[in-house]
């Protein structure tokens, strides 16, 4: 299992405040939250090529509400380009169906955060 140090989260939002808000908050976790993408289809280029500083990263977690392509249709089109690490979808807004997150590999945290709630679900997720 990674220690705290050595967890790295991408993370796709398209609000900036909220963005900025879970990174500073899992920095002082110890939790690197680096690159922040504000829209799917570039994350889903980007981490498809799994560049630096993707190639570092542990844990992909995307909002559900996004310009364009979803976060679920996001982590889908991951899933079916051979992605293997964890996703952690995150919504202000009704979870998606278990059956999908089931398909998609994919695990659910509603939004607003508790800092201690998804620190635990950040090191649960990165602990294989």
């Not at 945290?109 to 709630?117: E, L, R, T, V, Y």
């Amino acid at each position: 299992m990674p220690s705290d140090r050595e967890i790295k989260v991408t993370y796709v939002e398209d609000e900036p405040a909220i963005a900025e808000l879970l990174k500073s908050g899992l920095d002082l976790f110890g939790i690197e939250v680096n690159p922040i993408y504000s829209d799917a289809e570039e994350a889903l280029e980007k981490i498809v090529k799994n560049q630096p500083p993707l190639s570092d990263c542990n844990l992909l977690v995307f909002d559900i509400r996004l310009p364009g392509m979803t976060g679920l249709e996001l982590a889908r089109r991951l899933r079916e380009a051979g992605e293997r690490r964890p996703i952690l979808i995150v919504s202000a807004y009704q979870p998606p169906p278990r059956a999908q997150l089931e398909e998609l590999q994919a695990h659910f945290m509603p939004k607003p955060f508790d800092f201690a709630g998804i620190v635990s679900k950040i090191q649960q997720l990165t602990a294989n």
